[in-house]
């Protein structure tokens, strides 16, 4: 979710107050060394609590704890049979950091903890990945976030309802001139559980939801995702079983 250009209901928005912003401020955290830890090495040691799955590419985006808005980001690439960091850089999470798992609500300012499908991307053009990627109009592309529509935490074409997500319009200020699709609350869609979680071009201020990060470093990410990878995210104590170096 990113900031919408008007007040609307908080349900809607998930970068609120981020769009006036003149500058980016990235967090000054070593991006993945925040607390001397390597998330790709905790995957070779299986003190990850979540489990890559078929992925091929793991983000994570970690935060030193509950109600920290600043993310240390690392992608970590499976090179035979071990993991190894291919990308590092510094983001943000919600405005109210992240929620503790299975907990996160619609328009409670946090981002949900846990590990997700990265399943589609979208923007203003298509930078090279292979997940399927949805170039966005100058209007009318929308993502539901009102609780008791059938389009809730959908994507749909046509006028946007006041407390859903104008895409067209997020993209054309900013946070999503690129981004990427995390599978929270998709299958099945439970009204209220959280929408329009994405991980998107960083205004420089916490979001509302999702993950943001630098569009080159995004870009990046994004030529390397396939089907079946995907994100974990959440605070430290949350993600591993024990410190890692």
């Known amino acids: 979710m990113a900031g919408r250009v008007r007040a609307v209901a908080p349900a809607a928005v998930c970068a609120a107050a981020v769009l006036a912003a003149t500058f980016v401020h990235l967090p000054r955290a070593a991006a993945g060394e925040r607390g001397g830890a ?8 299986g003190t990850s609590r979540y489990e890559p799955g078929k992925a091929r590419h793991v983000v994570f985006a970690v935060a030193p704890a509950y109600g920290t808005t600043e993310v240390a980001i690392t992608e970590c690439a499976r090179k035979g049979l071990r993991w190894r960091k291919v990308l590092a850089t ?25 590990a ?3 399943t589609e991307a979208f923007g203003e053009r298509d930078p090279g990945t ?5 170039t966005l109009r100058e209007s009318g592309d929308c993502w539901g976030s009102t609780i008791g529509d059938a389009r809730y935490n959908r994507y749909y074409r046509g006028t946007c309802l006041p407390a859903d997500e104008n895409l067209s319009r997020l993209m054309r200020d900013g946070p999503y001139k690129q981004a990427v699709v995390i599978d929270h609350n998709r299958a099945p869609v439970v009204p209220g559980a959280g929408s329009a979680i994405f991980m998107h071009v ?6 509302a ?6 569009r080159p470093e995004l870009e990046t990410v994004m030529r390397t995702l396939r089907p079946h ?4 995210m959440g605070p430290r104590e949350a993600l ?3 410190r890692t170096a």
Do not use: H, M, Q, W
């Not at 510094?90 to 846990?114: H, I, L, Q, V, W």
């Open 240 to 242: 591993f079983r024990t």
């Open 38 to 45: 390597d998330p790709c090495r905790a995957l070779d040691l």
């Open 90 to 114: 510094s983001g943000y999470a919600g405005r109210n950091g992240f929620a503790a798992p299975g907990t996160k609500r619609e328009g409670d300012g946090k981002s949900p903890t846990g």
């Open 229 to 232: 990878d995907r994100i974990i």
């Open 116 to 118: 997700y499908t990265l």
């Open 202 to 207: 960083t205004t420089g201020r916490p979001t």
């Open 130 to 134: 292979a997940l399927p990627y949805r």
């Open 209 to 214: 939801g999702c993950v943001s990060l630098p």
